[in-house]
């Protein structure tokens, strides 16, 4: 099983700032891997799918970077609703599916 | 547009069953595969199944192997998780996602969630 390991747990950052997530994976997953937003009382909502493809809909602000074990989200500039708790997740070497265990980007 | 409404949550009884429901709407449900994943209380998201678009292959995580099973009917748009021999550590907000690809055999990526529904473990 892929284990992802997210970093870092939080990250506390102003309106405007520039947030930059990690995700490391124990083996390599190529470009296998998406990036989830996900906000209390709501579903997930895929932001990031094959490392650096931008879902529908998905803001330019948000980018995905990185292949084999190391990836990158970035958000270039936040906006309030950028708030949330971020997971990636691989689809290389599944069944199962795995995620990371999550950043939460907090208001400063 | 897509939409996936969860039910059938609630409270339960440890080695209780449970049958979940999901509800698709807003595309061509017989299409895509469909997925469960849930989140227990403070921690993060865990995929527990797949079911292909056609029901013909379902995969599970470990953790629920041999308890719960994935179904649908294709006919009436609607998924199901059905939950046996329930655990406390089963107590979790529980999510029905479609998979990303149509008519597919790889796919892996979850592109719509419904809300989520509620099941608590307890005696």
């Known amino acids: 099983e892929v284990v992802l390991t997210q970093s870092p747990a939080t990250l506390s950052l102003s309106p405007g700032e520039r947030a930059t997530l990690s995700c490391r994976a124990s083996?390599?997953?190529?470009?296998?891997l998406a990036w989830y937003q996900h906000k209390p009382g709501q579903g997930p909502r895929l932001l990031i799918y094959?490392?650096?493809n931008r879902a529908t809909g998905v803001p330019a602000r948000f980018s995905g970077s990185g292949s084999g074990t190391d990836f990158t989200l970035t958000i270039s500039s936040l906006e309030p609703e950028d708030f949330a708790i971020y997971y990636c997740?691989?689809?290389?070497?599944?069944?199962?599916?795995?995620f990371g265990g999550g950043t939460k980007v907090d208001i400063k | 547009q897509v939409r996936l409404v969860e039910s059938g949550g609630g409270v339960v009884q440890p080695g209780k069953s449970l049958r979940l429901s999901c509800a698709a709407s807003g595309f061509t449900f017989r299409h895509n595969a469909i997925h469960w994943v849930r989140q227990a209380p403070g921690k993060g998201l865990e995929w527990l199944a797949i079911?292909?678009?056609?029901?013909?292959?379902?995969y599970y995580a470990d953790s629920v192997k041999g308890r719960f099973t994935i179904s649908r009917d294709n006919s009436n748009n609607v998924a199901f998780l059905q939950m046996n021999s329930l655990t406390v550590e089963d107590t979790a907000v529980y999510y029905c996602?479609?998979?990303?690809?149509?008519?597919?055999?790889?796919?892996?990526?979850?592109?719509?969630w419904g809300q989520g529904t509620l099941v608590i473990v307890s005696s």
């Open positions: 079911i292909w678009y056609d029901g013909s292959e379902k």
């Open positions: 996602a479609r998979d990303y690809l149509t008519t597919a055999t790889t796919g892996g990526y979850l592109d719509y």
């Open positions: 083996q390599s997953v190529g470009r296998y």
């Open positions: 094959d490392a650096s």
């Open positions: 997740q691989q689809r290389s070497n599944w069944p199962p599916l795995t």
